[in-house]
């Protein structure tokens, strides 16, 4: 009969080390194409080379110097949420983050907006970073995540630019997908929500105090 001590343990483990384990695996896949893939496409390239950003991404915004998931959490949700659930919310990001980088890897050539969704994600990362220093009123112009955030930017436009000058694409692609990529982004919001048990309607609420509070100021 297993342990009921070790039941208990397992997802602790998990949540503690969500960031680690995503590092073991992201690098396992960047070095398992390394060893036994040749010739990849640009899209391919640019797909683990995203990959990696992300890792790197991952630690400058959760730990080295890290607090992101602080500041969202102290400053905009303005909630109390223990350092468990702050640390197992990267379990779920995790998974998104596979989603948006493996499935442009395997498929971004035959269908471009695959690789569309995940230069929109690349964009929205810069973006959001820079747009955090504003919103969350912060004292310097930096937030974590942000130098890496950056990186992704232009990639995720050097990425873009690749698809068009090269005619890859068609209108759908870059309609849809950056839809594609909001849709994986929303139901990743939807499980950190549920993780420390808000809405979407509370979300909304939230941004909409926030942001009135940052035109007034």
């Not at 896949?29 to 990959?51: R, Y």
């Not at 959760?62 to 992101?68: K, L």
């Not at 690349?122 to 959001?128: A, K, P, T, V």
Request: glycine content about 6%; charged content about 15%.
């Amino acid at each position: 009969m297993e342990d009921k001590s070790s039941i208990v343990k397992k997802p602790r483990f998990m949540k503690h080390y969500a960031l680690e384990i995503y590092t073991v695996v992201a690098m396992l896949f960047i070095t398992m194409v390394a060893m036994f893939m040749d010739h990849l496409t640009v899209i391919q390239q640019f797909a683990v080379w995203i990959s990696f950003l992300c890792i790197l991404h991952e630690w400058e915004e959760g730990r080295y110097p890290g607090g992101f998931l602080d500041l969202i959490s102290g400053k905009l949700l303005q909630m109390d949420i223990e350092r468990e659930t702050l640390l197992g919310s990267r379990l779920i990001t995790s998974v998104f983050i596979f989603t948006i980088t493996l499935v442009p890897f395997f498929f971004g050539d035959v269908y471009p907006i695959f690789a569309i969704a995940m230069a929109s994600f690349c964009i929205f990362e810069g973006i959001i970073h820079i747009a955090g220093i504003k919103l969350l009123k912060l004292d310097k112009p930096y937030s974590p995540g942000m130098v890496t955030a950056e990186v992704e930017l232009v990639s995720g436009i050097g990425l873009i630019t690749y698809i068009v000058v090269n005619h890859l694409g068609s209108w759908y692609d870059y309609t849809f997908g950056p839809f594609v990529f909001i849709a994986c982004f929303a139901l990743m919001q939807r499980g950190l929500m549920a993780m420390i048990g808000l809405h979407y309607k509370d979300m909304f609420a939230i941004m909409k105090r926030r942001l009135s509070e940052c035109l007034n100021a």
